[in-house]
């Protein structure tokens, strides 16, 4: 979120806080600096409340948290005593950040200081209950849906708003112009009254004339989203419980981000953005009542989870078919796919072979759920399909608790042509392989790779953060010995400490030598 300065504020309350504190100026080298530099150590300790505590400092300290450019709650208190604080500067200068974090709230703190902060902010708000548990979710929204819903003031001049309410219900405001809002993300929110969302972010009504990122997550209340805007870039639309119909106009939009709103529904849309750049589309696909326009600009696609073992022509696997189908004559981009193993296969047919043509691109990203199953059938399936790619990056996800339940002469191994049949990747340059544990499917699905890429000049190999040093000096011995000599082989793993930060292994750290 962007941040102004502040800094005229400040200076024009340095005459009154400086003169009425002057006999104090003396009694230490810290009070006699500037306010400005005073201000900058107060947002140093990070909240509003430890900078209120330095009144007890000396006189010259008592007012200065007062015009304070950020203010910062953390466990939040009542909501009537943030609204003293907000209102507690006379004449109040403008704040450019306001962020609240609370355990709980009901509409009536929450609404107690937003008005006020609505009238002093000119640049962002950040407001979250802290989310629960996944198993306390569903009763934590049930409890927030009889707690009523909070009215949302019109924030003329915020930048940035950011809402995450538990499921608080939340009602929009009829009247009144967003004219700065450039970002609006609204999470965990149950939307209440008479005022609709894509009123209030459509370009007809002029409530959000600049608004360019819209994210609305895990969000009940919206049954017919229409947004005609022309301003908008992002959309991000999660898990948008009872979405009925979708409508977006949106000329500029360049990124759209659909998961798991239409669960419950057929999906109905109408989709109309000719500059859209990225399409994340991981939800019910029929082209009998998804019109998703001209999309000639498209450079990446994402897709829902697609099931390797399932039912034929099941409806699970069939709209990712169909959505597949829809962009065949797109060229030039990425595609990013993920195959999914359940984690009973045993009585499940090999569905992968529905799948018989892919877009025509460059770059393919294969993530692969497989709950300890092995994955070579259906990589290999997929790389048949599009041999024309330049770049892959294969991307492993394996539960913890499901590293070793594939058992010997597990459905996986079918069918398998795979390990045996010839493939010509004679455009692949480069090749990432992220999430690596050292199981027996990944260390023979490795060095097949490296035999079907017959011009591979670089390989990337991350190790999954469970893996040690110790296990890895094994893994990359083994590894490094399918490779060629005009391949590069780069091996990555996480620092014990942090498990955040990938770093490469150096030739002493593999204590072998390879090219």
Same mark, same amino acid.
């Given at each position: 979120?962007?941040?102004?300065?502040?800094?005229?504020?400040?200076?024009?309350?340095?005459?009154?806080?400086?003169?009425?504190?002057?006999?104090?100026?003396?009694?230490?080298?810290?009070?006699?600096?500037?306010?400005?530099?005073?201000?900058?150590?107060?947002?140093?300790?990070?909240?509003?409340?430890?900078?209120?505590?330095?009144?007890?400092?000396?006189?010259?300290?008592?007012?200065?948290?007062?015009?304070?450019?950020?203010?910062?709650?953390?466990?939040?208190?009542?909501?009537?005593?943030?609204?003293?604080?907000?209102?507690?500067?006379?004449?109040?200068?403008?704040?450019?950040?306001?962020?609240?974090?609370?355990?709980?709230?009901?509409?009536?703190?929450?609404?107690?200081?937003?008005?006020?902060?609505?009238?002093?902010?000119?640049?962002?708000?950040?407001?979250?209950?802290?989310?629960?548990?996944?198993?306390?979710?569903?009763?934590?929204?049930?409890?927030?849906?009889?707690?009523?819903?909070?009215?949302?003031?019109?924030?003329?001049?915020?930048?940035?708003?950011?809402?995450?309410?538990?499921?608080?219900?939340?009602?929009?405001?009829?009247?009144?112009?967003?004219?700065?809002?450039?970002?609006?993300?609204?999470?965990?929110?149950?939307?209440?009254?008479?005022?609709?969302?894509?009123?209030?972010?459509?370009?007809?009504?002029?409530?959000?004339?600049?608004?360019?990122?819209?994210?609305?997550?895990?969000?009940?209340?919206? *049954?017919?989203?229409?947004?005609?805007? $022309?301003?908008?870039? !992002?959309? @991000?639309?999660?898990? /948008? =419980?009872? +979405?009925? %119909?979708?409508?977006?106009?949106?000329?500029?939009?360049?990124?759209?981000?659909?998961?798991?709103?239409?669960?419950?529904?057929?999906?109905?849309?109408?989709?109309?953005?000719?500059?859209?750049?990225?399409?994340?589309?991981?939800?019910?696909?029929?082209?009998?009542?998804?019109?998703?326009?001209?999309?000639?600009?498209?450079?990446?696609?994402?897709? *829902?989870?697609?099931?390797?073992?399932? $039912?034929?022509?099941? !409806?699970? @696997?069939?709209?990712? /078919? =169909?959505? +597949?189908? %829809?962009?065949?004559?797109?060229?030039?981009?990425?595609?990013?796919?993920?195959?999914?193993?359940?984690?009973?296969?045993?009585?499940?047919?090999?569905?992968?072979?529905?799948?018989?043509?892919?877009?025509?691109?460059?770059?393919?990203?294969?993530?692969?759920?497989?709950?300890?199953?092995?994955?070579?059938?259906?990589?290999?399936?997929?790389?048949?399909?599009?041999?024309?790619?330049?770049?892959?990056?294969?991307?492993?996800?394996?539960?913890?608790? /499901?590293?070793?339940?594939? %058992?010997?002469?597990?459905?996986?191994?079918?069918?398998?042509?795979?390990?045996?049949?010839?493939?010509?990747?004679?455009?692949?340059?480069?090749?990432?392989?992220?999430?690596?544990?050292?199981?027996?499917?990944?260390?023979?699905?490795?060095?097949?790779?490296?035999?079907?890429?017959?011009?591979?000049?670089?390989?990337?190999?991350?190790?999954?953060?469970?893996?040690?040093?110790?296990?890895?000096?094994?893994?990359?011995?083994?590894?490094?010995?399918?490779?060629?000599?005009?391949?590069?082989?780069?091996?990555?793993?996480?620092?014990?400490?942090?498990?955040?930060?990938?770093?490469?292994?150096?030739?002493?750290?593999?204590?072998?030598?390879?090219?």
């Amino acid at each position: 979120m962007a941040q102004g300065s502040g800094g005229g504020e400040i200076a024009a309350k340095r005459g009154k806080l400086s003169s009425s504190g002057a006999g104090a100026a003396g009694e230490d080298r810290l009070s006699a600096l500037p306010d400005d530099i005073l201000v900058l150590i107060l947002l140093g300790l990070g909240s509003t409340a430890r900078a209120a505590r330095t009144s007890v400092l000396s006189r010259r300290w008592r007012h200065l948290w007062a015009i304070l450019p950020e203010l910062r709650f953390y466990h939040s208190p009542d909501g009537h005593r943030i609204r003293e604080v907000l209102g507690a500067p006379d004449p109040p200068p403008p704040l450019r950040w306001i962020s609240v974090t609370a355990k709980d709230s009901g509409p009536d703190s929450l609404g107690a200081w937003l008005p006020e902060a609505a009238r002093r902010l000119s640049g962002d708000l950040v407001y979250k209950i802290r989310v629960p548990r996944v198993d306390e979710e569903a009763e934590e929204e049930d409890q927030a849906g009889e707690r009523g819903a909070v009215q949302l003031p019109c924030f003329e001049n915020a930048a940035g708003i950011y809402l995450s309410l538990g499921f608080l219900g939340l009602a929009l405001p009829f009247s009144g112009t967003f004219a700065r809002l450039i970002l609006l993300r609204l999470h965990r929110v149950r939307f209440h009254g008479p005022c609709e969302l894509g009123h209030v972010v459509s370009s007809q009504s002029q409530r959000c004339p600049c608004l360019q990122k819209l994210s609305v997550r895990y969000s009940r209340g919206v *049954d017919k989203l229409t947004i005609h805007s $022309e301003s908008l870039l !992002r959309l @991000n639309l999660w898990c /948008l =419980k009872g +979405l009925r %119909q979708l409508t977006v106009v949106a000329p500029a939009l360049k990124e759209l981000k659909l998961f798991r709103c239409f669960t419950e529904n057929q999906p109905i849309a109408d989709i109309s953005t000719p500059q859209l750049v990225s399409l994340e589309w991981r939800d019910s696909y029929d082209p009998s009542s998804v019109q998703l326009g001209d999309l000639g600009q498209l450079q990446r696609l994402k897709t *829902d989870l697609s099931l390797v073992y399932w $039912e034929h022509g099941s !409806r699970e @696997n069939h709209g990712i /078919l =169909k959505l +597949l189908q %829809q962009f065949r004559f797109i060229h030039n981009h990425i595609i990013n796919i993920t195959l999914a193993y359940l984690q009973d296969i045993d009585n499940l047919p090999y569905s992968m072979e529905d799948l018989t043509v892919l877009p025509h691109t460059t770059f393919l990203i294969m993530e692969i759920l497989n709950n300890g199953h092995g994955f070579g059938p259906s990589s290999f399936h997929m790389l048949r399909l599009c041999t024309d790619i330049r770049r892959l990056s294969l991307v492993l996800h394996t539960l913890r608790d /499901l590293e070793s339940s594939c %058992q010997s002469g597990c459905n996986c191994e079918q069918p398998t042509n795979w390990n045996t049949e010839e493939l010509s990747l004679n455009r692949v340059e480069e090749v990432e392989i992220t999430g690596l544990k050292g199981a027996d499917h990944e260390v023979v699905s490795v060095e097949r790779l490296f035999s079907w890429a017959m011009v591979l000049k670089k390989m990337k190999m991350t190790f999954d953060k469970s893996v040690s040093k110790s296990q890895a000096r094994e893994l990359l011995q083994t590894l490094a010995s399918f490779s060629k000599p005009e391949t590069v082989v780069e091996f990555y793993m996480y620092h014990d400490a942090d498990k955040e930060s990938p770093y490469l292994l150096t030739p002493e750290d593999r204590i072998v030598t390879y090219h």
